[in-house]
C-alpha cells in the first residue's frame, strides 16, 4: 500500500469529509439497507400518503393517453403554424433533466470527482426515469403508438413496407434517445449489483433471498469479480460520456437542421447540452435534498455535496445565459431581418411573459451562487432549483412557440395555447416521474454502498484523528 | 426407477465438474476487519508459493489484484469488438435501406452519404459497445451462478458487509487442508476455516 497522506486539519472547513459522522463499514450498509429493509409499518405514513397522490396523478396521465390515443391528437392544441408545441417542449425538457445523471455518474467518475457516489445512484435512477417520461410524448404523439415501432426502429415489416428516412434528424433523435435510455439502464444496474448482493446477504426473508439471489446475478464481490466490474465501470463511463453529449446535440438537430429563424443556429448543440446539465443538477438538488431530508442522509449527503452541485448550476446558468446572449448579438450581426424579428418577438412579442420568466429563472437567480452563503442555505438551494426547472421549460417553450407562430410571412403567423389534455398530460408525467422515483427510493438502495464504503475507507487514513470541523458548514 | 438413478448420476457428474459436493474441499478462507491488512496477508501468501489464490471484499480493495496475482481484465477489446459491430452494423443498414432496399430523392440529398450516417453510427457503436461490456463483465466472472461454494463460509455473508476475505483454493497444487491453514493463520487471517464444496 502507497502511504496515504494526511489531510492538514486546517483544510477542514474547506474540505471536509464526504462520510460524516465516523461510520464503520456496518453502519453504513445498515443506514442504507435499513429503508430497504423497513417493513411496510415501519415505512413514515407520510411516504404512503405521498406515493398514493402522485400515483393518482399516473392514474391521470393513462386516462389522458388513453383519450388521446380513442380520440386522435387533435385533443393536443398543436395547430397550424405551431405543429410541434407542448409534446415537443415536454420531450425536451424531460431529456434534458436526465442528462445530470449520467454527468454524475460518468463524467464525475472520470475526472474523479469523489463526491459523486452519495448522489449518482439516484442521479441516474432519475435520468432512467425522465427519459421514460420523454418517451411518451414522441410516442404518443404519432396517434397510433402501437404502429410507431414501424415507424421509428428499422424493424423489417410487411404490412406497411416502409424504411426510416435517415437524413432526417428526427431518426437520428430515435437512436440517440433509445440507445440513451438503454446505456444508463445497464449503467445502472451494474452499480447495483454490488449493493443488491448485500442485501441478498442480509435479509432473512425467503422471498427477498430470492429476488436479490437472481438480480444480484450471483456476485460475491470477489477480486476477479471487481477487476472486470472496475473496467467494465470504466468503459461504460467512458462511452457514456460522449453520448450524453450526444444525446442532446441530436435533439438539437432536430431544431438547428431546419430553416427556421430562431431555430437554424450553429449555437444549439453546446447551448442544449448545457441547458439539459443545468435543469437536470437543479432536478437531482429538488430530489435530493427531499430524500435527505425524509431518509435521514445528512452524513452521506454533506452540505460540501449540495455545495458542488449548486457551483455547477452556477457554471451551466451562466452558460445557458452566455448563450441567450450569443444569440441576440448574432441576430443582429447576421443582417438577417427574419433573424432580427425573431428575436425581438422572443423578447417584446406575445410570448414576452414566457420569455422573461425564462431569463429571470434562468440568467439571473442562479447568480445568488456566487456566494457561498446561498450556496449552503438549505431554503436557497431548493427554490432555485425548482425556478431552474420551470426556467428551462420556459426555454424550451420560448425556443420552440416563438419560432413556429411568426416565421417569414404574416399571414401564416398565429398563436398556440394549450388545451387541458395539453395541461394534464403533462402534469401526468410529473406524477409518473416522482412515482417511480418514490418507489426506486424505497425498494432499491439509494446510496451506492458499495462506492461510499471505499469512499469511507479511504477517508478514514486521511482525515485520521480528526475533529469534524464540518459543523460549521452545518 | 433408471430415470432417478440417471438423473441423480448426472448431477453428480455435473457437481464433479463445479468442484462441489460434500464429499470436495472447495478451499481455505479467512477474515480480515481492515483492507489493508488483506492486501498484506495476500501478498505473503503468494509469496509462499500458492497460486490460485482469491478474495472477497464489500468494495474493490486497492492493491490486491497486484497482491494475490489477478490477471488484468480483457473486457477493454471485447468492448472495441463491440464498438466495431455497431459501426459496421449501422453502415450496412443505412447504406442497404437509403441505397438498395428503399431509395427515395429527398430534398435533392445523395441516397447515401457518409457525412449524414454519422449520428446513428455513433449510437449504435456505443450502444453495442455498452451491450458487450455489459454481458462481458457477468460472462468472464462466471455469472450469473445461484450457488457458490464459498457461501458454506462461516462469515462469506459479510463479504458484502464489512469484512475481506482472503482464499486458497483446493486445486492449488500447494494446497494442503492442514498446512494451508496453518499458513493462513501466520498472515493473521481470523476465522481459519476449511470449506467444503
Redesign the interface.
Known amino acids: 500500500?502507497s502511504a496515504v497522506v494526511q489531510q492538514d486539519p486546517q483544510l477542514m472547513v474547506v474540505n471536509p469529509p464526504l462520510v460524516q459522522g465516523s461510520k464503520?463499514?456496518?453502519d453504513l450498509?445498515e443506514q442504507i439497507s435499513s429503508v430497504v429493509e423497513a417493513k411496510v409499518y415501519e415505512t413514515p405514513l407520510k411516504y404512503w400518503i405521498t406515493l398514493m397522490c402522485t400515483g393518482s396523478v399516473v392514474l391521470l396521465l393513462g386516462a389522458m393517453l388513453t383519450y388521446l390515443v380513442s380520440t386522435g391528437i387533435g385533443v393536443w392544441g398543436n395547430n397550424r403554424p405551431v405543429g410541434w408545441a407542448w409534446d415537443i417542449t415536454n420531450f425536451v425538457f424531460w431529456i434534458g433533466i436526465g442528462h445530470a445523471g449520467t454527468l454524475i455518474s460518468a463524467i464525475l467518475f472520470l475526472f474523479r470527482q469523489k463526491w459523486r457516489t452519495s448522489i449518482n445512484r439516484s442521479a441516474e435512477a432519475m435520468t432512467l426515469f425522465a427519459v421514460m417520461c420523454a418517451g411518451i410524448f414522441p410516442l404518443f404523439h404519432t396517434g397510433r403508438p402501437w404502429r410507431a415501432f414501424y415507424w421509428l426502429f428499422?424493424i423489417p415489416n410487411t404490412d406497411l413496407n416502409?424504411?426510416?428516412?435517415?437524413?432526417?434528424?428526427l431518426?437520428?433523435d430515435v437512436?440517440?434517445v433509445s440507445?440513451y435510455f438503454?446505456?444508463s439502464l445497464?449503467?445502472w444496474?451494474?452499480g447495483l449489483v454490488?449493493d443488491l448482493?448485500?442485501l441478498?446477504?442480509?435479509t432473512t426473508s425467503k422471498v427477498r433471498q430470492v429476488v436479490f439471489?437472481?438480480l444480484s446475478?450471483?456476485?460475491?464481490?470477489?477480486?476477479?469479480?471487481?477487476?472486470?466490474?472496475?473496467?467494465?465501470y470504466l468503459?461504460?463511463a467512458g462511452?457514456s460520456t460522449?453520448?450524453v453529449l450526444?444525446v442532446h446535440s441530436?435533439v438539437s438537430?432536430d431544431f438547428a437542421t431546419s430553416v427556421i429563424p430562431g431555430w437554424h443556429t450553429t449555437i444549439f448543440p453546446p447551448y442544449f447540452v448545457a441547458g439539459a446539465i443545468f435543469s437536470g443538477f437543479a432536478c437531482v438538488m429538488t430530489l435530493l435534498l427531499i430524500a435527505r431530508w425524509t431518509l435521514n442522509l445528512q452524513n452521506l449527503i454533506t452540505i460540501k455535496h449540495l455545495d458542488n452541485m449548486n457551483k455547477i448550476i452556477l457554471v451551466t446558468g451562466s452558460v445557458v445565459g452566455y448563450a441567450y446572449c450569443t444569440e441576440f448579438f448574432i441576430a443582429w450581426y447576421s443582417g438577417s431581418i427574419y433573424e432580427r424579428f425573431t428575436f425581438l418577438n422572443r423578447a417584446f412579442g406575445p410570448y414576452w411573459w414566457a420569455a422573461w420568466s425564462m431569463y429571470t429563472c434562468n440568467v439571473f437567480i442562479p447568480q445568488l451562487y456566487w456566494f457561498r452563503k446561498m450556496r449552503t442555505n438549505l431554503w436557497v438551494m431548493f427554490v432555485i432549483s425548482i425556478t431552474t426547472n420551470i426556467g428551462m421549460w420556459f426555454e424550451r417553450f420560448v425556443i420552440i412557440a416563438t419560432s413556429l407562430t411568426r416565421d417569414f410571412l404574416p399571414s401564416s403567423w398565429g398563436y398556440f395555447s394549450p388545451t387541458w389534455v395539453d395541461i394534464c398530460t403533462f402534469i401526468g408525467t410529473i406524477g409518473l416521474f416522482l412515482t417511480l422515483f418514490l418507489l426506486f427510493a424505497r425498494f432499491l438502495p439509494m446510496i451506492a454502498?458499495?462506492?461510499v464504503?471505499?469512499v469511507a475507507?479511504q477517508e478514514k487514513h486521511v482525515f485520521a484523528g480528526q475533529e469534524e470541523g464540518s459543523a460549521t458548514l452545518r | 426407477m433408471s430415470e432417478t438413478s440417471d438423473s441423480a448420476i448426472l448431477i453428480a457428474q455435473i457437481k464433479d465438474k463445479l468442484g462441489i459436493g460434500d464429499d470436495k474441499v472447495y478451499a481455505v478462507m479467512g477474515e480480515f476487519a481492515e483492507p489493508e491488512d488483506l492486501v498484506e496477508a495476500g501478498r505473503r501468501i503468494r509469496a509462499m508459493g500458492y497460486t490460485k489464490i482469491d478474495a472477497m471484499s464489500p468494495f474493490p480493495v486497492h492493491g490486491i489484484d497486484e497482491a494475490i496475482g489477478v490477471p488484468y481484465s480483457k473486457i477493454g477489446w471485447i468492448a472495441v469488438c463491440g464498438a466495431l459491430a455497431g459501426i459496421t452494423t449501422a453502415q450496412v443498414l443505412i447504406y442497404y435501406v437509403g441505397k438498395i432496399d428503399y431509395p427515395l430523392i429527398i430534398g435533392g440529398k445523395p441516397l447515401f452519404d457518409f457525412t449524414y450516417s454519422i449520428p446513428p453510427t455513433f449510437e449504435l457503436a456505443v450502444l453495442f459497445t455498452a451491450i458487450t461490456t455489459f454481458l462481458c463483465t457477468w460472462g468472464l466472472s462466471g455469472l450469473p451462478r445461484l450457488y457458490h461454494p464459498s457461501m458454506n463460509y462461516r462469515s462469506a455473508h459479510r463479504a458484502s458487509d464489512d469484512r475481506f476475505l482472503l482464499i486458497v483454493e483446493a486445486d492449488d497444487p500447494k494446497f494442503d487442508a492442514q498446512k494451508t491453514a496453518q499458513d493462513m493463520r501466520s498472515v493473521g487471517a481470523n476465522d481459519v476455516e476449511v470449506v467444503e464444496g
Do not use: C
Open positions: 500500500m464503520d463499514l456496518h450498509t428499422p416502409i424504411w426510416q428516412n435517415f437524413r432526417s434528424p431518426i437520428w437512436f440517440a440507445t438503454t446505456v445497464l449503467f444496474f451494474t454490488p448482493a448485500t441478498r446477504d442480509r439471489g437472481i446475478l450471483g456476485w460475491r464481490g470477489s477480486a476477479r469479480h471487481w477487476r472486470h466490474y472496475e473496467q467494465a468503459i461504460l462511452i460522449p453520448l450526444s441530436v438537430f454502498i458499495s462506492e464504503k471505499g475507507s
